[in-house]
């Protein structure tokens, strides 16, 4: 359980932070930037949100809530000592990588086959889920960079790999299940 009774504590005014082990790091460093980014993500996903209803804002919630699993990930690193850790480390699990890939099938079901790509926009909610794909997208980049300098867990990279896929989806649902998707018309402008 997480207390919080004191929200600022100075102890990053020096320019660095602590991970969930307790070691402290410059806030530019390749893990802040990545659990940073998921959190600018889940920021996203909120202002989505004010435009979703129904199955799309059940999932963004689930989704939401998975974020802040993957950011735990992220800030614990030694993952090759979880097994001696004082206490349970939060990891992000296949079972969450899986259960997006079941929802993307049950909501890609429901679409036609795209004749082109997809420009972001029609609804205001497939805008704001075009928009969450995209910091997603630079999320995983980040998360992908992060581990080639230390060692992370695999599924957070196959989570965001998977919502990425999810919020283009979900933004093809926000589009009148994809009848009101803009399409990309190579060279129309030339």
């Not at 079972?95 to 997809?118: G, K, T, Y």
């Not at 999810?166 to 803009?182: E, H, L, P, Y």
Request: proline share 3%.
């Amino acid at each position: 359980m997480v207390v919080l009774n004191r929200i600022y504590t100075r102890t990053g005014d020096a320019g660095d932070t602590a991970l969930g082990n307790g070691a402290r790091v410059p806030k530019h460093s390749a893990r802040v930037n990545a659990y940073g980014t998921v959190d600018e993500l889940n920021a996203t996903i909120g202002l989505a949100r004010l435009c979703a209803a129904g199955e799309l804002d059940e999932g963004l919630a689930r989704i939401q809530n998975d974020l802040f699993d993957l950011g735990a990930d992220l800030c614990t690193p030694d993952i090759e000592n979880d097994a001696t850790a004082k206490y349970p480390r939060l990891r992000m699990v296949a079972a969450q990588v899986s259960r997006l890939e079941a929802e993307i099938d049950a909501l890609n079901a429901r679409l036609s086959p795209l004749r082109s790509f997809v420009l972001p926009g029609g609804t205001a909610l497939a805008a704001h889920l075009h928009l969450c794909r995209t910091v997603c997208r630079r999320a995983e980049r980040l998360v992908v960079e992060l581990a080639g300098l230390e060692t992370v867990n695999g599924e957070t990279v196959r989570y965001l790999n998977r919502l990425s896929d999810w919020m283009f989806v979900a933004g093809r649902i926000a589009n009148d299940d994809g009848a009101a998707d803009v399409l990309w018309v190579p060279g129309a402008n030339r």
